[in-house]
């Protein structure tokens, strides 16, 4: 559905100021056949376009969470699991 692995790693690659001022977004990819079940069955928008900022802005609030931990200690947890 997502053909976007060199922009992801990219994006993965830059600082964490960087990530916050980045730009970057991915598509679906609308050739696929999945996207075109998946539109068919549950709805999904084929012109879907989401941002790599926001998505790594929500998974790292969602672990700190989890974790309880502050920024800084859920900094070094996540340079930790790379």
Request: hydrophobic share 40%; with cysteine.
């Amino acid at each position: 559905m997502f053909n976007d692995m060199k922009n992801l790693y990219a994006f993965l690659a830059v600082n964490e100021d960087q990530k916050a001022k980045c730009a970057m977004v991915y598509k679906l990819n609308e050739d696929s056949k999945i996207l075109s079940d998946l539109a068919q069955i549950w709805d999904v928008d084929p012109a879907f376009t989401g941002s790599y900022t926001h998505d790594y802005e929500i998974l790292n609030n969602h672990l700190a969470e989890q974790l309880g931990q502050t920024s800084t200690q859920q900094l070094f947890t996540m340079r930790s699991l790379l």
